[in-house]
């Protein structure tokens, strides 16, 4: 019998030294382990390009909403090693969307890693994932490790992070030793400003607005004030140059200014009783009220109307007549006239002379235009 669980045992060695060899222990990896995800009939393959797959490892459970719904079935490296190629297996009666995501977790503290997939967070979920899809390395992601958050943790704590902490807090305390009262009366003044600040918010903001438009407006005025700012130059040069009589001249208007103050000071009650005095005038010409613009219209034409402005000019004088030519109108002045057409001569008696006879009419030639002046001549000449 001891023979027999030798030669057992030693056919059992060489069993498993023979599937160890066999492409080392991806002979284990490949042996489906019991108690896995249930993939159903129809299972479908997707791919799933990781950065770092830490230590995945074939076998692990896929889950969805942590529930194990297929099986990770190999891990390769892409032809360009610069990532991690994870082949799986999923339940061909999970619908995943086309823009599935693809996270690497842990179960526990120290437990396996699995890989998490899921639909996007960042977009809309369209389309359904297949078999064959492979899911990019912009949307897969990795939880850090352990070992990462404790060797941060250590870095912080010998790194001289926590020394800067202490330091901070006894200078803090130095501080604020015997100074209680000066820091509450600070912090109550600070809750003073908040509150005022907090209640002129309206104008502040109205304020910050207007600095806005004012920066856009200066925005848009770059170059002028780029043109501005490179010409100020020969201006200040100016200034510089002259510094000398400016300062003389604001010295001249300090003495001015002081002697102006001197004298109106000295002259106070005599400049009182003069515009006292002063005021019955400017009343009365107050009550003038439109009178004096006119009687200060014809100042200058005295004692002729303001109307003869328009007739001297300098050494002569222009006339304006209107002479009325109409022939109706001269013979009624003539025949209505009490005066003598004719003067007698001196020694006669007076006596009044026979009106003239008036010609005919009709045998006077019409006359108009520039002949009409001739024409009453004529008329008149032989009336005679």
Do not use: W
Request: charged residues 15%; hydrophobic residues 40%.
């Amino acid at each position: 019998m001891n023979g027999r669980k030798r030669i057992a045992g030693a056919l059992a060695g060489v069993l498993v030294l023979a599937g160890c060899s066999d492409g080392g222990f991806n002979g284990l990896y490949g042996t489906p382990l019991p108690g896995g995800a249930d993939v159903g009939d129809h299972p479908y393959h997707v791919t799933a390009l990781f950065t770092d797959v830490l230590d995945l490892v074939p076998q692990s459970s896929v889950k969805v909403n942590d529930v194990a719904v297929g099986r990770v079935d190999k891990i390769t490296l892409t032809p360009d090693t610069r990532s991690a190629l994870v082949v799986m297996t999923v339940n061909g009666d999970i619908a995943l969307p086309a823009n599935a995501r693809a996270e690497l977790k842990q179960s526990s503290l120290l437990g396996e890693k699995f890989v998490e997939l899921g639909v996007p967070t960042a977009e809309a979920a369209s389309g359904k994932l297949g078999d064959g899809a492979q899911i990019p390395l912009g949307r897969t992601n990795r939880n850090p490790e352990v070992e990462e958050v404790l060797g941060a943790l250590s870095l912080l704590l010998n790194g001289g992070g926590v020394e800067q902490i202490q330091k901070i807090s006894h200078e803090l305390n130095d501080a604020l030793s015997g100074n209680e009262p000066e820091i509450r009366a600070l912090l109550s003044r600070v809750d003073e400003l908040a509150t005022q600040l907090d209640g002129h918010k309206t104008e502040i903001l109205r304020a910050i607005d207007g600095l806005g438009k004012l920066s856009h407006t200066l925005t848009g005025q770059t170059q002028n004030l780029t043109n501005a700012l490179d010409n100020l130059a020969p201006g200040l040069k100016v200034v510089t140059d002259q510094r000398d009589q400016l300062v003389a001249m604001l010295n001249a208007l300090n003495t001015l200014s002081g002697v102006a103050v001197d004298t109106v000071t000295k002259s106070r009650d005599q400049l009182v009783a003069n515009l006292r005095a002063l005021q019955p005038t400017l009343a009365k010409l107050g009550e003038a009220g439109q009178n004096l613009p006119n009687a200060l219209q014809i100042l200058l034409t005295y004692p002729f109307p303001d109307y003869a402005g328009n007739v001297i000019k300098g050494d002569y004088a222009n006339v304006e007549a209107n002479v009325n030519l109409d022939l109706d109108t001269l013979i009624s002045n003539f025949t209505n006239s009490s005066q003598p057409p004719i003067a007698l001569p001196s020694g006669q008696p007076s006596a009044v002379a026979p009106p003239l006879p008036l010609p005919d009419l009709g045998t006077v030639p019409p006359v108009a235009g520039p002949d009409l002046l001739g024409g009453l001549l004529g008329l008149i000449g032989g009336g005679r």
